[in-house]
């Protein structure tokens, strides 16, 4: 007799993710080349070995000066000085400036020794040999001093960061050529299942068409792994067996989906991997997405999660709490979903006992959110236009227009 | 004379967006397998051939009954019905009930003929040869009727979709192994500048670690294109002109930084360009990113983006008015970033005239957002730290703590 769908052998949604994180380790760190490691979570903190900038410039172009000696500059009176020189960015020679005298200055060039401020040319005649300024520039005018941005010895980014477009910049700034990140997780996913056709197969009632492992495997992608489709597999133990052995090889995260229902015969999934005793069957509370699994397999004790069957269970059960795994696998809290507040555009139901995560399209604008109808654990089309889920809590079975909830944006 | 830094010769940053948006032209559509569609935009409305189920089926392990038969099933007075056969997921048989028997019944199977209910097998004895059901099912309990995801004709997915993981498992749903998208826009960038060291080499006072083709590149991934970093270019206009005739081969869309300040003489993409006639030069009343290019180059007249140098500058620029034409190119809403009301935790300035993007951190779940210090537009530690802009409108100069500002999330 299999156990019923009351709450009471239901581990919480909170508990299950809990033991999920605790169940996996952070890959090894490893040093990359700095285009590699794009995407790539931090393993250290990011010092500044340079000073940032590394020396004094100039934020315009103009002429670099000395502050005092063009203090009485106006429109009315000018005050001319000699031009002894030009420096540009990226010139290297050792310039100065000598009392009363100034260079001729671009953006970003080296500022002179002597020289404490940068004339914009737009205050100027734009001359020469000689230029006549029509406005007095303080000292540190159109200057960037060295390590204003950073110090030397600053902590430029955390270990746990995501390298984005502009923590990428900022790593290439301070002059690294790598980084030490924990690399990609690589991401193996297997669809089980007799019903189960590859996309573009001809219709056959009984049949439908694979669809899981593409979700899976582009959520594991935006997650910042690199994601496999393994074969369909059949309802076969053996066969499931054979090719997670297959897949091991190059698996830092194995997913499965189908096979894990609770009172079915031909639950494949579980059939294979429950003898082996590293996999922690369980019903969570929570819908979709109801029976999980995880644990781990093979020699290196590879973590695997086997999803639920139906698509937008198995989609939900990535966000909440794969997706939360690869955030351990990469001690990072860069994977963590934004959730937010939003007023409800339309009433809601959820089950009693159970955290719900219904499909809802969030408008960031006016901070409301519309729950869209169809939110049967089946229905992909009402997935296909959700871009939020909307949270509802264990104790609460209806939401009405007006009422507030979490709604966690999805990637 | 160079032109002054007033806003009377400025265009809006609103101006200057329409017109990038109007010179671009939509990518030519093309047929993709599925797993290369994957984060492609759809070009055209995806329509349902079949209804989605494409036939009735359970949503649950148990029995397929007819209602009738069980309209009096209790815990007390069950109702025993003989199991006739079984009908797992997959099973393409022609199966079929007669009165006042059953057929157990896997989720995902098809429904058998004169079934119309699902007796889930927790409300069963989980007989074999016959089983004693202790709960009634009104018709359709547990059954999930052809087309209540999707009918056949409807428009699963319009025309402009992003295919993310539900969108691609949807399209795999619907039995398509290919879609008609837009391709990846491959976007080359090149940075100029004689300052312009690469990552990891010696630090020399006057040279700078390139950063912004990482930075730029990165950002244009994020943007669902495939980016290539060309070899930095010196500051001759020559070899900036040859760089990019090698590069536009490969190009749908060509990135400069640096080289187009207002004031300087050697500002190499302007000279480069200028002349050709294709290039429009401007300067936007934004800060960070004055100095604005934009407009067409080569045979194919592949569109041309000259960002400015400073790294905030050309970060900022790209999510404005780059980000915005990539919409363009793929004739799609969805890269378009969200912009949401957020609460000043501090205090912030802005320049007259010039509508400001200043870097901050926004806290979704309270709706507050702090605006960081170090805004100069060379200062990449403040941006690495940052995950939204604080949009200050052209005439605001001032804000303060518990103001209420525009706030758009960074990608």
Redesign the interface.
């Known amino acids: 007799?299999?156990?019923?769908?009351g709450t009471a052998d239901m581990v919480s949604a909170d508990q299950h993710l809990a033991d999920v994180m605790a169940s996996v380790r952070p890959l090894a760190p490893t040093e990359l080349a700095?285009?590699e490691a794009?995407?790539c979570v931090l393993a250290s903190d990011l010092t500044a070995r340079?000073p940032?900038?590394?020396?004094d410039n100039s934020?315009?172009?103009?002429y670099a000066v000395r502050a005092v000696d063009v203090a009485t500059a106006s429109q009315r009176a000018p005050v001319t000085l000699p031009v002894t020189g030009e420096v540009?960015?990226?010139?290297?020679?050792a310039y100065g400036i000598a009392p009363g005298m100034c260079v001729r200055i671009?953006?970003?060039?080296?500022l002179p020794a002597g020289a404490d401020a940068v004339v914009?040319?737009?205050w100027t005649?734009?001359g020469d040999t000689k230029v006549a300024i029509r406005q007095a520039a303080e000292a540190g005018h159109a200057v960037?001093l060295v390590g204003?941005?950073?110090r030397e010895g600053?902590v430029?980014?955390t270990a746990g960061?995501l390298l984005?477009?502009?923590?990428?910049?900022?790593?290439?700034?301070?002059?690294?050529?790598?980084a030490l990140v924990r690399p990609r997780p690589r991401v193996v996913v297997i669809s089980t299942?007799?019903?189960?056709a590859?996309?573009?197969?001809p219709?056959?009632?009984?049949?439908?068409?694979?669809?899981?492992s593409?979700?899976?495997a582009?959520?594991a992608?935006?997650a910042g792994c690199l994601a496999y489709?393994a074969p369909i597999v059949a309802?076969d133990p053996h066969l499931l067996l054979d090719a997670i052995e297959d897949q091991l090889l190059r698996a830092d995260v194995l997913i499965t989906s189908g096979g894990v229902?609770?009172?079915?015969?031909?639950d494949v999934v579980k059939d294979a991997l429950q003898r082996l005793g590293t996999v922690n069957f369980r019903k969570v509370a929570i819908q979709p997405g109801m029976p999980q699994g995880f644990g781990s397999i093979g020699p290196d004790e590879t973590p695997i999660f086997t999803l639920p069957?139906n698509?937008v269970s198995a989609?939900v059960s990535f966000q909440v709490f794969v997706r939360a795994a690869l955030g351990a696998l990469l001690l990072t809290d860069a994977l963590k979903l934004?959730?937010?507040?939003a007023v409800l555009s339309g009433p809601l139901r959820a089950p009693a006992g159970r955290r719900a995560y219904l499909r809802g399209v969030l408008n960031?604008?006016d901070?409301t959110v519309a729950p869209l109808g169809?939110q049967?654990s089946?229905?992909?089309?009402?997935?296909?236009k959700?871009n939020c889920l909307i949270v509802v809590p264990e104790w609460v079975i209806k939401m009405e227009a007006g009422d507030e909830a979490d709604v966690m944006?999805?990637?």
């Open positions: 007799m299999t156990a019923g769908h700095l285009a794009e995407g340079y940032l900038p590394a020396f934020a315009m172009d103009g540009a960015a990226g010139d290297t020679g671009m953006t970003g060039a080296q914009p040319v737009e005649d734009d960037r204003d941005d950073a600053d430029l980014l960061t984005g477009p502009a923590q990428l910049a900022l790593v290439a700034a301070a002059g690294r050529g790598t299942g007799n019903e189960l590859e996309p573009g197969a219709l056959v009632p009984g049949k439908i068409w694979e669809s899981n593409f979700m899976i582009a959520a992608r935006q489709r309802d229902s609770m009172g079915g015969e031909n069957g698509p989609y934004p959730v937010t507040r960031p604008a901070g169809g049967g089946h229905q992909l089309a009402t997935l296909g959700a944006s999805l990637p």
